[in-house]
């Protein structure tokens, strides 16, 4: 039996039944409708943009419209694809453009060898003793072995021997004059002078810018020179300060400096004043020469007087003259002729001043002791020129030896037949009366005498003085020679003084000299001078002498076998050979047997160390005064030899190619090896190179990219030729049916409507 309720249930079922299904096929109608029109539309759209080759606003406002009035609600999605042919590029690494700059570098990288020789120290102690002779000896005992020997047995005693007082010839006289008004005794201004001080440097002298004389009365200007008064004498220079004085002569020629400035002083008229004179004052001026000195003296004349004297006529006068000068064998005469030419035949009165036809020339002059003697000048005879040449006279006479030549001419005959041959008696003999001895004398003289004659004497007291008549020749030190002139000896050690005194008489005795020098400081052939003094009547002479003197230290042996000087004072100053020279020498820095450099840096910069071990065991690190053969420019590996007081050592030095900073991408990169840049390879490696392909790729552009550009930018979207565009659609609402269904059968349509149109963009489309 049926229950009541299930026939309720059936009648829904087929009410439920009767009125869904009509509803599902009419909405399936509806649906299949929407489909088409939303095909269609989108099918238009798409043919348009391929014929038209853009999408503008307008035209894609209108599909929305028309696809807004099939109520429903739909998803789009555009797809633009552009089919793009481009070039392959990619980026080197900076390692593959640092290998091409290699390959392209067309400098030169060589290596240069260079010689290294590093000497020995050159050790020398203060003195070198070797082939040194010391001192073996003292003072005492070189005077102990030393005789003194006696006077010599030549010796004469002369006034020289003798040390106290004895006559001397005169040193001057002096005068009592007083001055006079007139031109007697007129002044005048006989020299300009200045003190001159240069502002500029300094420099400090004297000059006479005039000097003046007075010539028969008038005041003449001998010479004036301004220049010193102008310009320094030392810079050139014209700030000058300038002090005056004027020195004064008179014509009487007594002038003098009395108040010892240098410049003759005005003396007024009516003062008597004493002067200083070389020469007597004469007695007849009624005054009495002081003398200054203590030998008498006489006064000169001059040859011309004695002519006059003995003058008979005019052709003989020198002849009787002459014979005045002969007879006394010219002892104490002044003022002897210069010049004699003596001979035979007298002049004719016509020849007057000629000498003798025949004769013989020779010249007084004094020698080195101031003795008068006579020298052959020249001879004439009547068939030979006046000549120089000597065929045979005496070429020197002493004074009695040319008395006794000239003697007579027959003496002179004898000169002339022992000499040329020729004898002129039997001539002589036959002009008796015109022939003759002859003498011809100069007018210039010498003076020669150093005592009175009888004619010319003017006596004057000599000093009152008694002379010296005790020999003090055995005293006189003549000479002086050190026994050791050549002395070698150790510091502090005494020198040998000891000196031989040679004396006057011949005698010579040993003395000990003095000397300031201490041995206390190391000379090498120093000049040391020794002083003696002696005491001869109460006089004190003192004579010097050098010697040569060598100061050594003494000296010492250290464990090395080195002999070496010790200090002055005694003490060890150590051995400055095992000071000086290596044990060893061996690298500190760097640890290893090579080192890394750049390219132009020493081994000093890069602080290569040398530990130096010295004889004596002291040690040294040596970091700048070595020497080695780097060649520093050279890029790659090296064996450089680094040596250092006469030691050697090797390192392997690798030289690097220097670097820079760039200063773009601000990484260091590698020069060339001589320095040139080649360019940054990393700022390189960021430009990319043309691989030789070409990349096929496509462009896909959407919805968003689309829109974007019509709704915000142009309004306006453009294809090119040989793009595609599609368009798809799908619903995003469904109809009520069919929400209606979904609700009671689950997943009954989950899409209904699907469109996807597209195509390409037509050829003809221009881009």
């Keep these: 039996m049926n229950h009541p309720f299930e026939h309720i249930l059936d009648l829904i079922l087929a009410l439920i039944i009767l009125f869904l299904f009509p509803f599902i096929y009419f909405s399936q109608k509806q649906d299949a409708l929407i489909q088409t029109i939303v095909e269609t539309k989108t099918r238009d759209l798409i043919q348009d943009v391929r014929s038209k080759g853009y999408l503008d606003r307008g035209m894609y406002d209108t599909y929305l419209e028309e696809l807004a009035a099939t109520g429903v609600l739909y998803d789009f999605e555009m797809e633009h694809i552009h089919s793009s042919l481009e070039p392959e590029y990619r980026f080197r690494t900076p390692e593959e453009i640092i290998d091409e700059q290699n390959k392209n570098y067309t400098g030169s990288n060589v290596y240069h060898y260079y010689p290294v020789t590093s000497e020995i120290p050159h050790v020398t102690d203060p003195i070198d003793n070797s082939g040194l002779n010391m001192n073996d000896e003292t003072n005492e005992s070189i ?107 008179y014509a009487c020629d007594y002038e003098e400096d009395f108040d010892g400035d ?43 007087d004695l002519r006059e004297k003995y003058k008979y006529d005019e052709p003989e006068d020198d002849r009787y003259a002459f014979e005045r000068l002969r007879e006394a064998y010219f002892n104490n005469v002044c003022n002897v002729p210069l010049y004699y030419s003596i001979g035979v035949g007298k002049a004719e009165l016509t020849n007057e001043g000629k000498p003798p036809t025949y004769y013989i020339r020779y010249k007084a002059f004094l020698d080195d002791n101031g003795e008068l003697k006579f020298s052959y000048v020249g001879y004439k005879i009547p068939w030979v020129s006046y000549t120089t040449e000597n065929p045979g006279f005496p070429e020197v006479l002493n004074k009695v030896e040319f008395a006794r030549m000239s003697e007579t001419k027959h003496t002179i005959n004898d000169f002339f037949i022992n000499n040329i041959g020729y004898n002129f008696r039997d001539d002589l003999s036959n002009f008796a009366n015109v022939y003759g001895r002859g003498i011809e004398l100069s007018t210039n003289t010498l003076q020669v005498c150093p005592y009175p004659i009888n004619w010319s ?57 003095n000397t300031s020098f201490s041995t ?8 040391v001078t020794l002083t003696y003094t002696n005491t001869v009547d109460g006089k004190s002479y003192n004579h010097e002498m050098d010697i040569t003197v060598t100061v050594i230290p003494r000296s010492r042996n250290c464990t090395n076998g080195h002999t070496y000087n010790l200090n002055n004072d005694g003490s060890d100053p150590g051995c400055p050979f095992c000071n000086a020279w290596l044990k060893s020498l061996e690298l500190y820095y760097p640890n290893t047997s090579s080192i890394t450099i750049y390219r132009g840096t020493s081994l000093q910069d890069n602080g290569v160390t040398l530990l130096a071990t010295y004889l004596d065991g002291h040690t040294d690190y040596v970091t700048t005064s070595y020497i080695d053969n780097l060649d520093k420019y050279y890029i790659g590996t090296q064996t450089v030899t680094i040596g250092y007081k006469g030691k050697y050592v090797n390192l392997l030095v690798i030289t690097k190619r220097n670097i820079i900073l760039c200063p773009v991408c601000d990484r260091y990169y590698e020069l060339y090896p001589d320095d040139s840049d080649p360019g940054c390879p990393y700022c390189a490696s960021k430009t990319p190179i043309f691989t030789g392909n070409i990349l096929a790729y496509d462009n896909k552009y959407y919805e968003r990219d689309i829109l974007r550009k019509i709704y915000e930018d142009s309004g306006t979207y453009y294809f090119t030729d040989k793009d595609y565009f599609t368009i798809t659609i799908f619903n995003r609402s469904k109809s009520k049916v069919v929400n209606i269904l979904d609700k009671f059968i689950k997943g009954f349509s989950k899409e209904y409507i699907h469109v996807e149109e597209g195509g390409y963009i037509r050829e003809e489309v221009r881009k």
Excluded at 282 to 297: D, K, N, T
Excluded at 520 to 527: A, C
Aim: charged content about 20%.
């Design 143 to 249: 005077i102990a072995d030393y005789e003194n020997t006696p006077a010599s047995h030549d010796h004469v005693h002369t006034e020289e021997c003798y040390t106290g007082h004895k006559h001397t010839g005169n040193n001057g006289f002096i005068h009592k004059h007083t001055h006079v008004a007139g031109s007697a005794c007129r002044k005048y201004k006989q020299s300009i002078h200045y003190d001159v001080l240069c502002r500029s440097c300094g420099y400090e002298y004297n000059t006479c810018v005039a000097w003046y004389a007075l010539i028969d009365g008038r005041l003449e200007t001998i010479w004036t020179d301004l220049s010193g008064t102008k310009n320094c004498y030392s810079c050139n220079s014209s700030s000058l300060s300038l002090t005056h004085h004027d020195s004064y002569g």
């Design 262 to 304: 240098g410049y003759h002083d005005e003396v007024p008229v009516g003062e008597e004043r004493e002067y200083h004179k070389s020469y007597p004052q004469v007695p007849e001026e009624g005054r009495v020469a002081l003398l200054i000195g203590c030998h008498i003296w006489h006064r000169t004349w001059r040859f011309s």
């Design 457 to 513: 004497l003017r006596a004057t007291p000599i000093c009152g003085l008694e002379e010296d008549e005790t020999l003090d020749c055995d005293k006189m030190i003549v000479s002086i020679t050190p026994t050791n002139p050549v002395q070698t000896v150790y510091t502090n050690e005494a020198l040998i003084t000891t000196a031989i005194a040679t004396h006057k008489d011949g005698s010579t005795r040993i003395v000990i000299c």
């Design 520 to 527: 206390n400081q190391v000379v090498k052939d120093k000049k």
